[in-house]
Nanobody, 125 residues
């Protein structure tokens, strides 16, 4: 599966952005999907994930209540709506696909994962 992330940009603190990830291939609906991010000088960290069916979602504590992940299996897309953005949300955001139905363990990177290119999110104070 090939992944293409989009939607990054510059936004003021308190604002919103929506990131999207478009996937190629006919098996998108069998993959759990997620987002990671990497800030300058920091390790890449888990942000959010969603089961292949869209039935279950998982969030890092730092974004819980502010970010909402979703997917449209008919359109092979996955998105994250990011509200009440903070300067500490500034990072390169990566979408990731895992060939498993459950996203429960997607907070830990796996050799099975497919990665898209990153999209920059910058939140100014």
């Amino acid at each position: 599966v090939q992944l293409q992330a989009s939607g990054g940009g510059l936004v003021q603190a308190g604002g919103s952005l929506r990131l999207s990830c478009a996937a190629s291939g006919r098996t998108f609906s069998t993959y759990a999907m997620g987002w990671f991010r990497q800030a300058p000088g920091k390790v890449r960290e888990f942000v959010a994930a969603i089961d292949s069916s869209g039935g279950s979602t998982y969030y890092a504590d730092s974004v819980k209540g502010r970010f909402t992940i979703s997917r449209d299996n008919a359109k092979n897309t996955m998105s994250v709506q990011m509200n009440r953005l903070k300067p500490e949300d500034t990072a390169v955001y990566y979408c990731v696909a895992r060939p498993k139905p459950t996203a429960q363990a997607m907070d830990v990177e796996s050799i099975e994962d497919y990665w898209g290119q990153g999209t920059q999110v910058t939140v100014s104070s």
